[in-house]
């Protein structure tokens, strides 16, 4: 059964960077047809997809955050990464790494993870 | 970028009553293989969200058959027949056709009356 878990720190002061790391079980990171993302909510608020990377290393970003952030994998660790700079109080919020096929693209979810941007 | 649409965005229901959300995208979701990728989540208080239903209408494994989606092209419905306590959460369309990026529906939040 595939499992996902994210990790990284709960606090995050403004203007640095946000690093978090998903963690998958059940199955290879680098199996084919896969999408890795990553979704977040603002508290009460709805979901915002974040970017993907692909079982091929591709990857692409939400074009209101492109500049700003990154996603990576290791595959020897069964683990993609999220990285957002420059941080703001505005990306408080739950984050959560997903998993899907390339037509579903959003199979499975982690259980989040709460980020809070303050000094 | 595709907008999704739901309503309502509020949805008390009595026990054991069927509930309808709606769920319009700004473009056809219908996909050059045929299929409209469409799925709805549910998310419980504090949970993160899971899927109920792939593909506009497949029933994921495990989920009750009191939930079935149904639609094509721009709209689709999720309806849940016979209401239980359990069912309280909010409810996420979410469109994976014209993509990226993925775009998701505003939520629309079932109570119990």
């Known amino acids: 059964q595939v499992q996902l878990q994210e990790s990284g720190p709960g606090l995050v002061n403004p203007s640095q960077t946000l690093s978090l790391t998903c963690t998958f079980s059940?199955?290879?990171?680098?199996?084919?047809?896969?999408?890795w993302s990553w979704v977040r909510q603002h508290p009460e608020k709805g979901l915002e997809w974040l970017g993907y990377?692909?079982?091929?290393?591709?990857?692409h970003y939400n074009p209101s955050l492109k500049s700003r952030v990154t996603i990576s994998a290791d595959t020897s660790k069964n683990q993609f990464s999220l990285m957002l700079r420059s941080v703001t109080a505005a990306d408080t919020a739950m984050y959560y790494c997903?998993?899907?096929?390339?037509?579903?693209?959003?199979?499975?979810w982690g259980q989040g993870t709460l980020v809070t941007v303050s000094s | 970028d595709v907008v999704m649409t739901q309503s309502p965005l509020s949805l008390p229901v009595t026990l054991g009553q069927s509930a309808s959300i709606s769920c319009r995208s700004s473009?056809?979701?219908?996909?050059?293989?045929?299929?409209?990728?469409l799925n709805w989540f549910q998310q419980r208080p504090g949970q993160a969200p899971r899927r109920l239903i792939y593909?506009?209408?497949n029933r994921d494994s495990g989920v009750p058959d009191r939930f079935s989606g149904s639609g094509s092209g721009t709209d689709f419905t999720l309806k849940i027949s016979r209401v239980e306590a359990e069912d309280v959460g909010v409810y996420y369309c979410?469109?994976?056709?014209?993509?990226?990026?993925?775009?998701f529906g505003q939520g629309t939040r079932l109570e119990i009356k």
């Open positions: 997903a998993i899907g096929g390339s037509g579903t693209k959003i199979d499975s």
């Open positions: 059940g199955g290879s990171i680098s199996s084919a047809d896969y999408y």
């Open positions: 990377i692909s079982y091929s290393g591709s990857t």
């Open positions: 473009q056809s979701l219908v996909y050059s293989d045929g299929n409209s990728y």
């Open positions: 593909k506009a209408s």
């Open positions: 979410m469109q994976g056709t014209h993509w990226p990026p993925i775009t």
